[in-house]
């Protein structure tokens, strides 16, 4: 499966296992990581990335083979967690690898940052003020002796 495209079949299972990384809120209120088309992200950034391509190519393959004939989809949530928990097992650092790339994505879409009560915007330039540098803060430093010695060169 490596450095190959995802089609729609596979897509749709990381989907289904990007959801058990961030799953949807109770509420409603803040989507799941499948949910949100991380999936897509992800399969686009195998395109550049043999590794990335590799791990999780090794790991949808362990998923397929784990649940069998009727597929992930016919597990129940609690049969699908155990089924991943057991692909991690089999796939050393499956579920580590995925976890980090998703909680990236996952918290710089803007559905998730509004869930959250944060404004969708990047911090600058319309962000955060700053207040302007105070060069006499430099004064205590710059009267100090030299610390260093000049070489041959006159460095």
Not at 100 to 129: C, I, K, M, S
Request: proline share 9%; aromatic share 6%; charged share 20%.
């Amino acid at each position: 499966m490596t450095n190959q495209t995802l089609n729609d079949e596979r897509l749709q299972l990381l989907a289904s296992v990007l959801d058990l990384v961030i799953p949807p809120s109770p509420d409603g209120n803040k989507p799941g990581a499948g949910e949100l088309g991380l999936a897509n992200q992800l399969a686009a950034g195998m395109a550049g990335d043999a590794m990335m391509a590799a791990m999780i190519g090794a790991g949808l393959d362990k998923i397929e083979q784990l649940a069998g004939p009727d597929g992930f989809a016919a597990l129940d949530p609690s049969q699908r967690q155990s089924l991943l928990e057991k692909a991690n097992e089999e796939v050393p650092g499956l579920v580590p690898f995925l976890t980090f790339r998703v909680y990236t994505l996952y918290y710089q879409d803007n559905r998730v940052l509004e869930a959250l009560g944060l404004a969708p915007r990047p911090p600058h330039p319309v962000g955060y003020e700053m207040e302007p540098f105070d060069e006499s803060l430099l004064a205590p430093v710059r009267g100090r002796a030299k610390l260093y010695r000049t070489t041959e060169r006159g460095e």
